[in-house]
């Protein structure tokens, strides 16, 4: 879906700046972003990043897109522990 790849993209960059600056180490806690798509429309949600993923690792695929009920509306990878 790439309504979320903007958001996607914003998180894995702001995940690779905080770890570039030492404010995160490797997997600790978790970066996410509120999101808006014309085909969500009135729908709350937001991108996430994986539980327990190494931020050096991460990409723009790896971001999950949950909506305020956590149900999982894209991505594989389980983001709330």
Do not use: W
């Not at 180490?25 to 972003?33: F, H």
């Not at 937001?46 to 971001?63: C, L, R």
């Amino acid at each position: 879906m790439p309504e979320y790849q903007t958001y996607k993209q914003e998180v894995v960059n702001t995940c690779h700046t905080l770890l570039e600056r030492g404010y995160l180490k490797a997997t600790e806690g978790n970066i996410s972003a509120r999101t808006s798509s014309a085909q969500t429309s009135g729908q709350n949600t937001f991108a996430i990043t994986p539980s327990n993923y190494d931020y050096a690792k991460m990409q723009v695929d790896d971001i999950c897109v949950l909506d305020f009920d956590m149900q999982s509306i894209e991505g594989e990878m389980k983001a709330i522990n």
